[in-house]
Antibody, heavy 119, light 107 residues
Framework: EVHLVESGGGLVQPGGSLRLSCAAS????????IEWVRQAPGKGLEWVGR??????????EYAASVRDRFTISRDVSQNSAYLEMHSLTTDDTAVYYC??????????WGQGALVTVSS | EIVLTQSPGTLSLSPGERATLSCRAS???????FAWFQQKPGQAPRLLIY???SRATGIPDRFSGTGSETDFTLTISRLEPEDFAVYYC?????????FGGGTKVEI
């Protein structure tokens, strides 16, 4: 069974940094893209970025709103993906989900990690 | 960027009724890259329909997806109490991946 678990969320001050982890199990981690999607309180879903699979050299892509501030990576030996966030603002307050992209479909999601940016 | 516009924003119905949700894309989307999700309060989104019309594992057959190119529809044939939730359409053609604004199906 595919399983994704986010961790590392919490309260951070504006301008601060935080790193989220996504632990994956139940599938061949290197074969699939991992996407990060966020949801601000009471709002809809927003794509944050992705790390591609081994066939694409694990390259990354980002939404314009986070490019140059967020970095996505993965450690295949740990079956984990990471979302490193810098220069956080209150607009980054959201639940952050990691999801598996199964041939174009976001078929499995973690439970989410809440990031609150506040002074 | 492909913009997805969902309508209506809210659908007020009763159990047993039929729900029809629409999603319009600002440019053509391949069926292979179109999906519908259901989200309940405090929960992660759950994949309902992928490839525009294929039900995900464990999804009951009262849920069906149709459409192509720029116009897609999710139909719930007879609403069950557990179907009252927010529904999002989604395209994964190319970055940025985008989602519709959601349709809330309420009693």
């Amino acid at each position: 069974e595919v399983h994704l678990v986010e961790s590392g969320g919490g309260l951070v001050q504006p301008g601060g940094s935080l790193r989220l982890s996504c632990a994956a199990s139940g599938f061949t981690f290197s074969d699939h893209y991992i996407e990060w999607v966020r949801q601000a309180p009471g709002k809809g879903l927003e794509w944050v970025g992705r790390t591609k699979n081994k066939f694409s050299d694990y390259t990354t892509e980002y939404a314009a709103s986070v490019r140059d501030r967020f970095t996505i990576s993965r450690d295949v030996s740990q079956n984990s993906a990471y979302l490193e966030m810098h220069s956080l603002t209150t607009d980054d307050t959201a639940v952050y989900y990691c999801t598996r992209n199964y041939y174009g479909t976001l078929d499995s999601w973690g439970q989410g990690a809440l990031v609150t940016v506040s002074s | 960027e492909i913009v997805l516009t969902q309508s209506p924003g809210t659908l007020s119905l009763s159990p047993g009724e039929r729900a029809t949700l629409s999603c319009r894309a600002s440019q053509s989307v391949s069926n292979n890259n179109f999906a519908w999700f259901q989200q309940k309060p405090g929960q992660a989104p759950r994949l309902l329909i992928y490839g525009a019309s294929s039900r995900a594992t464990g999804i009951p057959d009262r849920f069906s997806g149709t459409g192509s190119e720029t116009d897609f529809t999710l139909t719930i044939s007879r609403l069950e109490p557990e179907d009252f939730a927010v529904y999002y359409c989604h395209q994964s053609v190319s970055p940025p991946l985008t989602f519709g604004g959601g349709t809330k199906v309420e009693i």
